[in-house]
T-cell receptor, first 118, second 110 residues
Framework: GAVVSQHPSWVICKSGTSVKIECRSL??????MFWYRQFPKQSLMLMAT?????????EQGVEKDKFLINHASLTLSTLTVTSAHPEDSSFYIC??????????????FGPGTRLLVL | GQQVMQIPQYQHVQEGEDFTTYCNSS?????IQWYKQRPGGHPVFLIQ?????EVKKQKRLTFQFGEAKKNSSLHITATQTTDVGTYFC??????????FGKGTKLSVIP
């Protein structure tokens, strides 16, 4: 149980285009989803916290107008990288917090999306 | 803000040797979680520790949470090649957000 999927797993795009990444909790409901970015050989960096039905909370230094987050339902959150540039190339990972009793604050991670901006 | 330091950054061991990674927080934690990330993969949840002084074991892995709830360790006994990957600790401090350490990359030499 507690499976999180991400789509797409790989995306290559031209500079200036927008890219949408989907994060779904497949077998549980998650009121909160998190978006992380991971550069090569570095740790996960939290970008934003997404709550169902409300605006996302962004971490300091993350541009909310560039990284648009929508959490339309208890099982789906999307991250749109607008006007992507080569420095946005990274590994984007979402996680979802389970509401199931006993899971407490456990986060379940999606498989990640590798973005390459040319 | 809360900071989580993890050492060492890299560790190379001979297969069969033990391995330990340490995690220290600048603030008292409500819980600490450990994740393993295989090369090219995503973090996979290993365990969560909540109680002061807690020790949990998963086969060859032993997890400890310090008495002050500010540090933690992961110890692997008799490493195997399947243990290769980066081990991250992540500290929770009352909210549901986690602060990740930078991870310890483990290489196992057959």
């Amino acid at each position: 149980g507690a499976v999180v999927s991400q789509h797409p797993s790989w995306v290559i795009c031209k500079s200036g285009t927008s890219v949408k990444i989907e994060c779904r909790s497949l077998d549980f409901q998650a009121t909160t989803m998190f978006w992380y970015r991971q550069f090569p050989k570095q740790s996960l960096m939290l970008m934003a916290t997404s709550n169902e039905g409300s605006k996302a909370t962004y971490e300091q230094g993350v541009e909310k107008d560039k990284f648009l987050i929508n959490h339309a339902s208890l099982t789906l959150s999307t991250l749109t990288v607008t006007s992507a540039h080569p420095e946005d190339s990274s590994f984007y990972i979402c996680s979802a917090r389970s509401l199931l009793q006993g899971h407490q604050e456990t986060q379940y991670f999606g498989p990640g999306t590798r973005l390459l901006v040319l | 803000g809360q900071q989580v330091m993890q050492i060492p950054q890299y560790q190379h061991v001979q297969e069969g040797e033990d391995f330990t990674t340490y995690c220290n927080s600048s603030t008292t934690l409500s819980n600490i979680q450990w994740y393993k990330q295989r090369p090219g993969g995503h973090p996979v949840f290993l365990i969560q520790l909540v109680k002061s002084g807690e020790v949990k074991k998963q086969k060859r892995l032993t997890f400890q949470f310090g008495e002050a709830k500010k540090n933690s360790s992961l110890h692997i006994t008799a490493t195997q090649t399947t243990d290769v990957g980066t081990y991250f600790c992540a500290g929770g401090a009352g909210s549901y957000q986690l602060t990740f350490g930078k991870g310890t990359k483990l290489s196992v030499i057959p």
